[in-house]
């Protein structure tokens, strides 16, 4: 059975600063891996997907990295801000239906 | 364009009671989502729909049913509630194609006492 493992399981960080939120996952056989964002209280938002045959994508200040042979992925969050605290939650696709194993997530806490 | 909703917010039972959940979609997307977010345990799939009138098993679906009668809606349904199902659940959906990005509702949490 997949699963995936977020370290750490919370960060706090000055603004400005730039980060990394890991994510791993024991089985190498997936379609697609997400990447989540969730503030308390509310549901998930999509930050980015990468397929399994791409090696990283990027938005805005966000760039995702993923090595599929190791079951690592990166989130590098770029100049941070205090808007940017939430719960980042990973999730892989093993199945092509989109069905997640999602992680328990690193909550981030960005210090004005 | 208001997404992805569910109903009820919030809900209390008493065990073996029952209800149903309603999410609902406006975004024509074929795949449709039911998960609960437990403390410690990240987000688990209960049940799934890859279109209207189709349903399968995710990883936690024993004490859930499910049914997709139209594309837009997806109940999930508890027959006989008990304390191990107090959670937050969350709808989701996803189009078959292009980026599958997962949109999800803003949950509803549900206490069995």
């Known amino acids: 059975k997949q699963e995936v493992t977020q370290i750490p399981a919370a960060l706090s960080v000055p603004e400005g600063e730039n980060l990394v939120l890991n994510c791993s996952f024991t089985?190498?056989?997936?379609?697609?891996l997400q990447w989540f964002r969730q503030d308390p209280g509310k549901g998930l938002t999509s930050l980015l997907l990468?397929?399994?045959?791409?090696r990283e994508q990027t938005s805005g200040r966000l760039n995702a990295s993923l090595d599929k042979s190791s079951g690592r992925s990166t989130l590098y969050i770029a100049a941070s801000q205090p808007g940017d605290s939430a719960t980042y939650l990973c999730?892989?696709?093993?199945?092509?239906?989109?069905?997640?194993?999602f992680g328990t997530g690193t909550r981030l806490t960005v210090i004005p | 364009n208001a997404g992805v909703t569910q109903t009820p917010k919030f809900r209390v039972l008493k065990t073996g009671q029952s209800m149903t959940l309603l999410c609902a979609q406006d975004?024509?997307?074929?795949?449709m989502y039911w998960y609960r977010q437990d403390p410690g345990m990240g987000l688990r799939l209960i049940h799934y729909?890859?279109?209207?009138?189709?349903?399968a098993k995710g990883e936690v679906p024993d004490g859930y049913n499910v049914s997709r009668l139209k594309k837009q809606n997806f109940l999930l349904g508890l027959e006989s509630a008990a304390p191990s199902q107090t959670s937050v659940y969350f709808c989701?959906?996803?189009?078959?194609?292009?980026?599958?990005?997962?949109?999800f509702g803003p949950g509803t949490r549900l206490t069995v006492t």
């Open positions: 989701a959906s996803s189009s078959r194609t292009g980026s599958y990005e997962q949109y």
């Open positions: 089985d190498s056989a997936i379609y697609n």
């Open positions: 990468i397929q399994s045959s791409q």
């Open positions: 999730a892989v696709d093993q199945t092509g239906a989109n069905n997640l194993f």
């Open positions: 975004m024509n997307h074929e795949y």
């Open positions: 729909s890859v279109g209207e009138g189709t349903t």
